[in-house]
């Protein structure tokens, strides 16, 4: 597993929660964009925020102005910070680096371009 993801839990409609995105080896992703995903069961896999290696971004509409991610890449960390959540938030959110240079870094960006991938932390909102 390349990248590994922590901040998960449990909080109430309105509450906060930060995710962090580590690397699991001495690689860097500096040059490459990277991305905060969430799943639900039975749906697919949707791109929420996207970060280019300039720190260029982009949000889906549905969390943009509560969600913001950020990157530091001499730590080679990503993060996601989340306000006013809402119970459709609930989500397995998983952190993800591109494999080309060329990857899409936007709202649609295929999947397929990320090829690293985090096991995922559960983000759960309560009404």
């Known amino acids: 597993v390349p990248l590994v993801e922590s901040g998960g839990g449990s909080v109430e409609t309105g509450g906060s929660l930060n995710l962090s995105c580590t690397t699991a080896?001495?690689?860097?992703?500096?040059?490459?964009?990277m991305g905060w995903f969430r799943q639900v069961p039975g749906k697919e896999r949707e791109g929420v925020a996207y970060?280019?290696?300039?720190?260029?971004?982009k949000y889906a509409d549905s969390v943009k102005g509560r969600f913001t991610i950020s990157r530091d890449n001499a730590k080679n960390t990503l993060d996601l910070q989340m306000t006013s959540l809402k119970p459709e938030d609930t989500a397995m959110y998983y952190c993800?680096?591109?494999?080309?240079?060329?990857?899409?870094?936007?709202?649609?960006?295929?999947?397929?371009?990320?090829?690293?991938w985090g096991q995922g932390t559960q983000v759960t909102v309560s009404p």
């Open positions: 993800a680096a591109a494999l080309f240079l060329r990857t899409v870094c936007d709202v649609g960006s295929a999947l397929d371009g990320f090829g690293y």
């Open positions: 080896y001495k690689y860097s992703y500096s040059q490459y964009c």
């Open positions: 970060i280019r290696s300039d720190g260029g971004v």
